[in-house]
């Protein structure tokens, strides 16, 4: 794990790029009615890849021209700092205990319009951390500041923290593994953000095998590059595709 | 031989009481052909907490001593960090260093318990640039139980240095099975003495490398080869990830 997972940086002209940019479209377009601008990615379980997700989202939005906040929320296996290469000495931890202030914790990302707000040090207590007035409010102040506010989250099925987010976010991204998550998980998981009326603003469906046959198999191997020529694809076999929940 | 981790210096930890010991010890390593020794004495918080300034001016009154006695030996400073909270910081503010003030930093962990806080520490420091060197890891519980905890510490570039009392068995079977298992899986970068006394834990590091050639040839040169780098802050290669079935160990603890 660590940098490789940008593909959006590493690998911009990619389908699996192209895909986070459709998701990023996706996302605007569903904000016509209310402003979609603080979203939590969130998944049933762990290894679903909503780390990956929610840190390449962060960058395409970024490299769209908006302002963008990227919060690791997940206390007790935070993956953010590991993904863009920064320290984790200080983050959203140590800011809820007031040990210090947002522009003392938040961190350039090295990418241009994003700025990165890693865990922090480990609390004892990170539900209550989140579902603190202070972080309700902490969130709320940076609606001024920000485009948008990607916020990774802990897995749904293993701790309430993602739940505790509904009250103060725009809407939910829900991470599929494809041929992994359980079908049961996936519901379940849906059911739990539904008790806390949390708006599922759709599902992505990670890791799909683009080589089974079948409709997506065949845009699987070429791109269109920036050059207009259709290239074959060589770059990892992940894709993306936005459904409504 | 250069001897990478050597309690040398008296008076500072749980290592040599006075400069007649140490000077007792500088002549042993001698003896047994080691030409270089790191002085490392502990930083352990609310222990002994030898910052680096307070090892150099240290370690030129032990330069002096040996000169003065006729002892042919290089000495050079060094540190043993017990990882902990303030580990980062004390190595942002130049209280820790890295051994010979290279990017090598000698890190020592709890013998019992074990906690993830260590790898985020151990994430940190190689964020600034350090490269961890773990003592004795083959003396710890919970590597002794599974060897392949290792790999998160391998996965950050961690490298590994095993005691030669260890290899030579002063501490137990157990420990001297962890040992070879350490060797053979090619996790063996650096053999030191971790040197506190004339008795056991004493200076000499031949018998351990013999012992480690015995084991793997390979292993024991590289072993040898990465002192004299480290001392150099030359690159030294890392580690690859290993696998180790763990049922060799239940057999471990009939022994």
Known sequence: MGKEELITINNPLSPVAEAYRTLRTNIQFSSIDKKVQVIAVTSSGPGEGKSTIAANLAVVTAQAGKKTLLIDCDQRKPRQHKVFGLSNEYGLSNLLAEEASFAAVVQKSGVDNLLLLTSGTKPPNPSELLASSKMKNFIHSLRG????IIIDTPPLLMVTDAQLLSNYIDGYILTIASGEADREAAAKAKELLDNVNGKILGAVLNKLDMNDKGYYGYYSHY??????????????KKRKKRERA | MVDIHCHILPGLDDGPGDMDTSMRMLENAVRCGTKAIIATPHYYRGYFENGFEEVLRNLDTLRGAAAESGIDIELYPGQEVFLDGRTVEMYKRGDIKGLNMSRYLLVEMPMHEYSDSFLDMVYELRLLGAVPVIAHPERYDYIINDVNKLNPFIDEGCLFQINAGSIEGIFGKTVQKASKVLI??????????????????????????????????????????????????GKIKANARISVKKSFFSFLKQV
Request: proline residues 0%; negative net charge.
């Open chain 1, 223 to 236: 791109y269109y590059g920036v050059d207009g020529e259709k290239h074959k694809d060589k770059s990892n």
């Open chain 2, 184 to 233: 053979e899986n090619g996790l063996c970068n650096f053999v030191a003495s971790d040197a506190h006394t004339n008795g056991r834990r004493n200076t000499g590091l031949q018998e351990a490398l013999e012992i480690a050639e015995n084991i793997s040839r390979t292993a024991a040169e590289i072993a040898n080869g990465n002192s004299e780098l480290l001392l150099r802050d």
């Open chain 1, 145 to 148: 500041q920000l485009d948008f």
